[in-house]
T-cell receptor, first 119, second 113 residues
Framework: GAVVSQHPSWVICKSGTSVKIECRSLDFQATTMFWYRQFPKQSLMLMATSNEGSKATYEQGVEKDKFLINHASLTLSTLTVTSAHPEDSSFYIC???????????????FGDGTRLSIL | QQQVKQSPQSLIVQKGGISIINCAYE??????FPWYQQFPGKGPALLIA?????SEKKEGRFTISFNKSAKQFSLHIMDSQPGDSATYFC????????????FGKGTKLTVNP
């Protein structure tokens, strides 16, 4: 149980295009999902916390207009990298935990990440 | 600044040996301390986690030791195997893991055959 799926797993696109990454909780409902960014050989850096039905909470230094997050349902959150540039190339990973309203103290489960390469 | 400090940065052990990775935290509000294992090109996978009401938790070959007064916790991998070669991250959060995780910088473990 507690499977989180990300799509696509790898995307290559030209500079200036927008890219959408999906994060789905397959067998549980998640009121909260988290989006991380990881550069090679580095740790995970939290970008934002995605709350179902409300605006995402962004970490300091993360451009909310650059990284659009939508959490329209209890099983799906999307991250859109707008007008992507080569410096946005990275490994993007999402995580989700069970609905906190009914299940406190639940661990986060991570997707397998999306490798984004901007040419 | 909430921080979790992890050491060593890299670790090489022989097959059958014990791998030990250490972490220290600052925020006493943290109440959930997981360890994640990450293979190249994959997302982190939850390995084992501990809460501050216990000093040790064991699951198979993996053991977490927790020292609340010192604000330190460690991961011990017994009988290390080449398949354990991966990057390990410690983390900490509040509210049992439902809040955002603060990660250590990671330890790259290599287990030689």
């Amino acid at each position: 149980g507690a499977v989180v799926s990300q799509h696509p797993s790898w995307v290559i696109c030209k500079s200036g295009t927008s890219v959408k990454i999906e994060c789905r909780s397959l067998d549980f409902q998640a009121t909260t999902m988290f989006w991380y960014r990881q550069f090679p050989k580095q740790s995970l850096m939290l970008m934002a916390t995605s709350n179902e039905g409300s605006k995402a909470t962004y970490e300091q230094g993360v451009e909310k207009d650059k990284f659009l997050i939508n959490h329209a349902s209890l099983t799906l959150s999307t991250l859109t990298v707008t007008s992507a540039h080569p410096e946005d190339s990275s490994f993007y990973i999402c995580s989700a935990s069970l609905d906190r309203a009914h299940n406190s103290n639940q661990p986060q489960h991570f997707g397998d990440g999306t490798r984004l390469s901007i040419l | 600044q909430q921080q979790v400090k992890q050491s060593p940065q890299s670790l090489i052990v022989q097959k059958g040996g014990i791998s030990i990775i250490n972490c220290a935290y600052e925020n006493t509000a943290f109440d959930y301390f997981p360890w994640y294992q990450q293979f190249p090109g994959k997302g982190p996978a939850l390995l084992i986690a501990i809460r501050p009401d216990v000093s040790e938790k064991k699951e198979g070959r993996f053991t977490i030791s927790f020292n609340k007064s010192a604000k330190q916790f460690s991961l011990h991998i017994m009988d290390s195997q080449p398949g354990d070669s991966a990057t390990y991250f410690c983390a900490a959060s509040r509210e049992g893991g439902s809040e955002k995780l603060v990660f250590g910088k990671g330890t790259k473990l290599t287990v030689n055959p």
